[in-house]
Structures are given as structure tokens and as C-alpha cells.
């Protein structure tokens, strides 16, 4: 590992050094175990502790195949997604990792009694399959998190849409919080220039999602002088939600639950916030029923905002807590996009509030490649900024974890896997110079 350690740190080093290199035998990865899933029965979801479920273990590296690339991992970041799978919820990963192992003699391979998680990365490409063109050893990289097989129909409009559509990392192993990680060809994209290895490994999932979710034809398709309400506006999702807005010349009405939170957005260039832990909105009145004039209150707070106007898009993803909330303060004819149930997966709404004002609800996950790419590109032109806050050693995952659990963290939490410190990879500093204020609003709050 030091070997291809050195080679990526050498500004010598050769496409043909990097193939040259020889693998190692096994990797530091992290893992959660099958063997532990039941672990946390008959907890409360937020006392089931990442830090118990989470290992960093040593691992034999995976054999390569067809249209894949070993990458050497230099930093990831943490996502919500490994928070599920260390805490087992709602499902087990391992039956994931089961199903896939059904498919083929190759997939196979994934089947193990560990999960190796992590669905962003930044590093250096070590080795490609055969069939594998477009990519090379020595390419900085980082890769977006979708994996398909491509072999139905169906996924050849839309490639979320195929049958074989899985997020790596969560529903595949050999993820990205570890020192190698196997991914598809078709999820690697050229690593942003101007950013540290763990600031280009902070926005891939999230920026993706989001790009999808609220610009994309496929999610809500936002426009010009757009009101959009975001949920959690400075966290993962919601900081690139907000940017996007912003960049997009929308209006974004940015929900979040602290002070430190609202000048962070305001420090992002928004203006409409709403403190929902300073305003007290109690949307449920016990676990069965929620209360309507919280609702009303929530949106006549948002038209005060506004001048008046309603929420053209709802940025959605508490899910049950807030989803009445938000389809009652969407204006006639707006959307709510969603793409998870943090709170809870059975929401419940006023369907009234959607058919008689023509509203819409649009499902949305992750992005396609094309998207992930449009998304990373954003990234790579400055025109959209990572949201690091803290970023953490590979041993330190399990906290990492627990942090983004709970909701202790800002923005992105970071994971340095084989750098071996903050700061490197910068490979073109003019332009960093120019966007560092940004680059930094997130950092160390
Ligand atoms: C990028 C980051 C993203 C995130 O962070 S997202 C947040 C984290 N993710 C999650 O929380 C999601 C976790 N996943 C799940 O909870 C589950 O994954 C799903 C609920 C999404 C799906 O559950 P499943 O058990 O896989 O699907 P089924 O459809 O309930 O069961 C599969 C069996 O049901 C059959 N089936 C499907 N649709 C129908 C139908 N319409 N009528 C009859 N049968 C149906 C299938 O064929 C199959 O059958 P057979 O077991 O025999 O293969
Ligand atoms: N389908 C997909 O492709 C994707 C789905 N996800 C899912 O989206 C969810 C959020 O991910 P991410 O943004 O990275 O997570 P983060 O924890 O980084 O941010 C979520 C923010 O939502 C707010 N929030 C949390 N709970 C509530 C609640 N009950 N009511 C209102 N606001 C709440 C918090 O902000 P505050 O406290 O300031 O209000 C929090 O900071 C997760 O469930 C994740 O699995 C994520 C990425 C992709």
C-alpha cells in the first residue's frame, strides 16, 4: 500500500508506473458483520450506536471483472445510506448483498459475510477490466454511487430505471470507506481539480441527488424564480439543494433547526430561513394525528417570507414528520419531490390538498450517469461548492457515523482513507484561490 501510496503522491508518476504497481493481497475497509445484525433488536432507532456495528478489518482484494476499475481510495465521505446499514434499518444490507450474489458467477463475489459500505470516493485508479476504454491506472478520479447491469430494456432511457439498478456501497459491497474499492467503469467521473482528495469526495451522492431531484427533467425540473422549500437546508442533501437553487435563480425557503444552521445558510447566499426548533411547529399531535393549523401556521410563516407567494417545489425527505406539512404548503399546481423517509416511511397527508389543487408527488433517487456527470461537473467549474464541516480518519468512522445519526454534523462529514492528511490531491490552485471562501464556509463549525 505504500508503494501506490508514494505513486499517487509523486507528480513523476506515469500512467504505465500505476499499472506496473503491484496489488496488495488485502485492504483496510470498513465493514459492518453478518453475524451481528441482530445486535440492536428491540432498540430505539436512535440508540442503536454505528460505533458498536462499524469494524475496520483487513480484507482480501476483490478480483476484477469485466468493465470494473480497482481504485485506490484516498478519501470518502459519509452518507446517511451507511448510517441505515449500521443500524440494520430498515433492512438488513446483507439480503441485498444476497440477491445480487444470485445473478451471475461474478456477482457472486459480493456475497460475503461482510459489508464493505461507502458509496463516495475520490482516488486513483489502479487496474480496469477487460472492455474498459475510457478509463486508465493514474486517472484521479471519483466515482458516482450508481451500479446497473444494463442487460434489460428498461433501464436504457433512464439507466435508474433498470431492474438491475443498485447503489454501490449499500446494495453492493466493496464500497468507498476503505483503501481500495471495486467499482463499475460507468461510475467513474474526472476528479475536480481544484479540491483536496476529501473535499472531492464530499459532494458525489448528494449533489447527485439532488441535481436530480430538484433540476432535472426526471425530478422537479425547478426554474427560474422558483419558490423551493428545502428541508434540512444546510445538511447533506439540503447544502447542495440550496446552491442549486441559488446558482439556478430560484428562491430557496431554507428549513433548519439551529441559529449556527440559518448562518450557514445565509452565509450560502440564502435569505428565507425558518428555524422549525425556534418556531416550535408540532406538525403531529400524538403518533396517530397530525394537527392541520401547524400546517397553516408553517405556510403562512413561508408566505411571509415570500411576499406572499406559496412554495412552487417541496424539497422533500424527513418524510413522515414533515410530508402533511409539505404537501398542504405546496402551491396549486407545485410539486413535492421526495426521495427518502428519514422519520419514517408511511406518510400520511391530506390527499384533498393534492387533487384539488392539481399538485404533484414525484418518487426520485439517486441519478443517472449522465446526471451524476452534469452534477460533478457543477462541481469541477465552481459553480457549486463541496460542504465539508469535519472530516475524520478511517479508524474514526464508526463516529463519523454516529455524528451524522444524530444530526450532531453541518453539510458533509469526510473520511480520509489513504491520504494521509487534509489538503492534498489541489491540483490546480489558481482556481482554488479563486472559489476558497466557498470551498471553506463549511469547515470546522
Ligand atoms: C443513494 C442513497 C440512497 C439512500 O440513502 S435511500 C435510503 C436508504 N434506503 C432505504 O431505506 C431502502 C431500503 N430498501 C428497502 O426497504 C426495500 O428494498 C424496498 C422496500 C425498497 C423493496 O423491498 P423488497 O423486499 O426488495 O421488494 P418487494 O417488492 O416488497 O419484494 C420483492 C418480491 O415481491 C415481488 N413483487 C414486486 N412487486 C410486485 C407486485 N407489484 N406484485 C406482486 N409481487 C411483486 C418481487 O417480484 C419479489 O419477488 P421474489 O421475492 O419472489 O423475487
Ligand atoms: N434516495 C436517494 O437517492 C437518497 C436518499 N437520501 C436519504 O435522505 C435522507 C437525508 O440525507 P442527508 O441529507 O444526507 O442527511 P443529513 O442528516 O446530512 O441531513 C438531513 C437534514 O434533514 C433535517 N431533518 C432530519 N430529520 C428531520 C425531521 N424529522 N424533520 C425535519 N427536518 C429533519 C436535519 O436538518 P435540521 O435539523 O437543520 O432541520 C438534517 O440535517 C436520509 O434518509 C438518506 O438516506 C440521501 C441521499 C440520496
Request: aromatic letters at 14%; a negative charge.
Given at each position: 500500500m505504500k508503494d501506490i501510496l508514494d505513486a499517487i503522491q509523486s507528480p513523476e508518476s506515469t500512467p504505465a508506473d500505476f499499472a506496473a504497481l503491484p496489488l496488495p493481497e488485502s485492504y483496510r475497509a470498513i465493514t459492518v458483520h453478518k453475524d451481528e445484525t441482530e445486535m440492536f433488536a428491540g432498540l430505539e432507532t436512535r440508540d442503536k450506536d454505528p460505533r458498536k456495528s462499524i469494524h475496520l478489518d483487513e480484507v482480501p482484494v476483490p478480483e476484477l471483472g469485466p468493465g470494473e476499475a480497482l481504485v485506490a481510495v484516498m478519501a470518502s465521505s459519509v452518507n446517511y445510506n451507511s448510517v441505515w446499514t449500521s443500524i440494520?434499518?430498515?433492512?438488513?444490507?446483507?439480503?441485498?448483498?444476497?440477491?445480487?450474489?444470485?445473478l451471475s458467477e461474478l456477482t457472486k463475489r459480493h456475497d460475503l459475510p461482510y459489508h464493505i459500505i461507502g458509496s463516495d470516493l475520490a482516488g486513483v485508479v489502479?487496474?480496469?477490466?477487460?472492455?474498459?476504454?475510457?478509463?486508465?491506472?493514474?486517472?484521479?478520479v471519483v466515482a458516482h454511487c450508481l451500479s446497473v447491469e444494463l442487460e434489460s430494456s428498461d433501464g436504457h432511457n433512464d439507466t435508474m430505471l433498470d431492474p438491475e439498478q443498485r447503489i454501490w456501497g449499500f446494495?453492493?459491497?466493496?464500497g468507498g470507506l476503505a483503501e481500495i474499492a471495486l467499482v463499475k467503469s460507468n461510475q467513474l467521473m474526472p476528479k475536480p481539480k481544484h479540491l483536496s482528495w476529501e473535499e472531492a469526495a464530499a459532494p458525489g451522492l448528494v449533489n447527485s441527488t439532488a441535481y436530480r431531484q430538484l433540476v432535472s427533467r426526471n425530478g422537479a425540473g425547478m426554474k427560474q424564480g422558483d419558490n423551493v422549500l428545502i428541508w434540512g437546508a444546510s445538511g447533506g442533501l439540503g447544502s447542495y439543494a440550496t446552491q442549486f437553487a441559488l446558482a439556478g435563480g430560484a428562491n430557496p425557503i431554507c428549513v433548519v433547526s439551529s441559529d449556527q444552521k440559518a448562518d450557514i445558510c445565509r452565509s450560502m447566499g440564502a435569505e428565507a430561513i425558518i428555524d422549525r426548533n425556534a418556531e416550535g411547529y408540532k406538525f403531529w399531535k400524538d403518533?396517530?394525528?397530525?394537527?392541520?393549523r401547524e400546517w397553516k401556521r408553517f405556510g403562512k410563516r413561508i408566505r411571509e417570507l415570500t411576499g406572499g407567494e406559496d412554495v412552487d417545489i417541496v424539497f422533500e425527505h424527513p418524510g413522515r414528520e414533515t410530508f402533511g406539512a409539505?404537501?398542504?404548503v405546496t402551491r396549486k399546481g407545485g410539486?413535492?419531490?421526495t426521495c427518502a423517509s428519514t422519520?419514517?416511511?408511511n406518510h400520511e397527508y391530506d390527499n384533498r390538498y393534492l387533487w384539488m389543487s392539481l399538485k404533484r408527488i414525484i418518487g426520485s433517487h439517486f441519478a443517472n450517469y449522465r446526471e451524476a456527470w452534469e452534477a460533478n461537473r457543477l462541481i469541477a467549474k465552481g459553480k457549486i461548492h463541496p460542504t465539508l464541516s469535519k472530516v475524520y480518519s478511517l479508524e474514526e468512522t464508526g463516529q463519523a457515523a454516529y455524528d451524522v445519526h444524530r444530526n450532531l454534523h453541518q453539510g458533509k462529514v469526510g473520511v480520509l482513507c489513504l491520504a494521509p492528511e487534509e489538503g492534498l490531491g489541489v491540483r490546480?490552485?489558481?482556481?482554488?484561490?479563486?472559489h476558497i471562501d466557498a470551498i471553506n464556509r463549511f469547515r470546522n463549525i
Open positions: 440494520f434499518e430498515p433492512l438488513s444490507t446483507f439480503g441485498f448483498l444476497e440477491r445480487y450474489g444470485r489502479l487496474r480496469t477490466g477487460p472492455g474498459v476504454n475510457a478509463w486508465n491506472p493514474g486517472d484521479e446494495e453492493t459491497n466493496f403518533e396517530q394525528n397530525q394537527d392541520p409539505s404537501v398542504y410539486t413535492i419531490v422519520s419514517g416511511y490546480d490552485e489558481e482556481m482554488r484561490a479563486k
